[in-house]
């Protein structure tokens, strides 16, 4: 699978930007999300080729939202890379059982995610 178009969901507008803006660079399409919430209603919208998530958000979490989407036939086989600012072990443990595919934390270096996104197109 090649991975062309990515769901940002975070929060934050200035990771959303950072994350964007680099994404654009390597010629992906991305969209973005600031809830869960609205996390879902894109994906209704159109199915991505990854999710980049973040876990601390208003609401729904991302762990949440990561284990109800891993769950949804329909979504099942969409990759979701964590990307937060929770850096101890157990988190990405918990991240990882909840369905992710991959784990980041913030700050976010540009190469290593770059180079996961590829490891998984």
Partial sequence: MTIRDVLVVD???TELMFLSNLLHVHG???RTAESGEAALKCLADAKPD???MDVVMPGQNGFQLTRFIHRKPEYADIPII???SKNLE???VWGLRQGASDYITKPVNAQE???K???LG
């Fill in 50 to 52: 990854l999710i980049l």
């Fill in 82 to 84: 964590l990307c937060t």
């Fill in 28 to 30: 992906l399409t991305v």
């Fill in 90 to 92: 157990t988190d990405r």
């Fill in 11 to 13: 929060d934050s507008k």
């Fill in 117 to 119: 996104i590829k490891a």
């Fill in 113 to 115: 995610l770059m180079e």
